[in-house]
């Protein structure tokens, strides 16, 4: 420490200063340059002097004025013996209120007149308090300036006594509090909302502190879970969940809280919840961890989705009986082409047989001498009659043909594969691997009319003169794969194109349904160079 000397103006250091003091003799230089700051040093007495002509020039009332005046405050003074009126209030009345400082002190009751009327009882009596006790008055209040805006005042007086005890003045301080106020009334608004959006949200919302106990629930819990709020307060959350899981839960707990993240809703969890009946209903829950001096508090969102499963439940029952009632259509339907398959294949076709014979009979035993134009009938009705069996035949094939019973898949698609590109002039590749022998007549069937409907919508609507059917077979399943290399077509049942949904063709949808009665796949890759159709089927084992 340095060596310190006492002087008039206080405790100055007396080593280490010469630097500052040179500092300061330079700017004395600027202001007073007649002055010798050296010689004023040694001998003290121009420091005494200009003390006491400030003391001499500057009264005590104009050291006070310029003292408060550069406070960003309002201070005033009243005398108490010279009525209410201020006696003195400094001039940043006029920056804050817009009055001037001689129209407000003009005015005796103007600060009263000003105070905003739904503070003035407050004020008055927290003003005869100080009077009465003689306590020093911290208040809060609004104050009207000249434009009619409000300003917020914390105000802070004291009641000054002479010598004898009595009343002599009131001195105090305003400070325009105005911008906090509206800092307050924002964050007072903003956790109003916060709490409303708490308080009233449809789901229940729990929060859990680190060590798993519940702090805060929200008006929702009792209609959820049949409890009072107070009797969550400060209990664990394992208190909601099925006895059964508790336990578990507590290691899931565990594991959460050791790396907290954000969980939405619906993430396929099976969750259940128990009301204080024992009851015990489905619930979604979306978690949100907030980390704060205190440790992790956990935000849960409990949603009752009791509705939803019964509704999904509802949905999946009725899909069910859809797909039955799909299925026994399907069935009756294949059975009623075999039927009439059948019936055009023994009766019509036979008949039509028969009646070749018959005209080809009549027109060899005509002799010459007939007509020439009877004979021209005759063998126009003939070449009629063979085109019809031919097409009698051919449709009773489409409906179901008898190789698919008698000899199988393989044999049924190489037959109808071949009348198929005869008729539409279209090339089908056809690649089936010597293993695959005789399948489930459910399975022979479904891929038999899949790549029936298959090799159609490649006739109608993909313009390729060339088409592949391709079968693998495993242990498990059996894949069928219709490609062609025309144009494309969209994959999935709706898509949106510029002029609208594009719906695919019933064929699609009766090809995958086929698929999905037999618990199989079907998927569709489409583009402008063609489109594949995917089928898998599954096979049962033999035991």
Known sequence: MNRTEETDLGVFPSAGSTE???VLQQLASVFFPLASISQTRRDRGPIRQGRERFETYLPVEARYRALVEQIPAVVFMAFLDEGIGEAYVSPQIEQMLGFTQQEWLEDPVRWFQQIHPEDKNRWSAEAAQMFLSGNPLRSVYRVLARDGHVVWFHCEAKMVREPDGQPWFIHGVAIDITDLKRTEEALRASEQMLHGLFEFAPDTVVVVNQHG???QVNAR????????REELLNQPLELL?????????????ADYLAEPHLRPMGVGLELLARRKDG???????????LHGKDGTTVIAVIRDITIRKQAAEELRRREGELRALSSSLLSAQDEERRRIAR?????TAQNLAGLAMSLSLLMNSAGTTQDAAWRKTLADSLALTEQCSREIRNLSYVLHPPLLDDLGLASALKSFIGGFSQRTGIQVELDIPHELGRLPSEVETTLFRIVQEGLANVQRHSGSSQAAIRIRLSDTAVQLEVRDAGAGFPSKPAEESSSGPVRLGVGISGMRER?????GTMEIASSRLGTTVTVSLPLKSQT
């Not at 819990?221 to 009072?228: A, L, V």
């Not at 969940?241 to 707990?253: G, S, T």
């Not at 009851?279 to 961890?289: A, W």
């Not at 019936?343 to 009766?347: P, S």
């Open 241 to 253: 969940l099925p006895e059964r899981l508790r336990a578990k839960h507590l290691v899931h707990r």
């Open 343 to 347: 019936e055009l294949h023994d009766g």
């Open 515 to 519: 698929a999905q009665q037999l618990g």
């Open 279 to 289: 009851s015990e209903f489905p619930v979604d829950i979306m978690l949100s961890p």
């Open 20 to 22: 500052a003091e040179s």
């Open 213 to 215: 106990r519940i702090t």
């Open 221 to 228: 819990i009792e209609h959820m879970f049949g409890y009072r």
